[in-house]
């Protein structure tokens, strides 16, 4: 199983996104409604993160997240394991730098990085 824990420093990282940015689910759990999204993540997290989260855009799309992304347009992507397919569509597009690679094992305060910069 896995070892399902919050982010350290998800409620400030997320603070600062919404506050700054739009913000999108790329997630399977999500397909252009965030409820499932949300309910899963609720689990683990408190409250006031999930009224953070819950301000989050839906998106959908059918095989690759990034056929939610608009490549026209500058963007971050923070996920733990995109997919060969998701890699090769940034690449051709020469969005490869907009993704960031978050691993909590190896780096559990990564969010704490983006805070103050983004």
């Known amino acids: 199983m ?3 824990r919050p982010a350290n420093h998800l409620k400030e990282f997320l603070e600062q996104m919404l506050k700054n940015h739009d913000v999108y689910w790329l997630t399977t759990h999500c397909d252009g409604d965030a409820t499932t ?5 609720g689990n683990y997290v408190s409250p006031e993160v999930v009224d953070l989260i819950m301000r989050i855009k839906p998106t959908k799309w059918k095989v690759l997240k990034t056929e939610a992304i608009n490549m026209n347009e500058d963007f971050l992507w923070f996920d733990d394991a995109p997919t060969w397919g998701d890699i090769e569509n940034l690449k051709k597009h020469n969005k490869l ?4 690679r978050v691993n909590l094992d190896e780096n559990p305060d990564i969010l704490k990085n983006f ?3 983004l």
Do not use: H, Q
């Open 37 to 41: 999204a949300v309910f899963y993540m």
């Open 97 to 100: 730098d907009s993704l960031i």
């Open 2 to 4: 896995y070892d399902i």
């Open 115 to 117: 805070i103050t910069i």
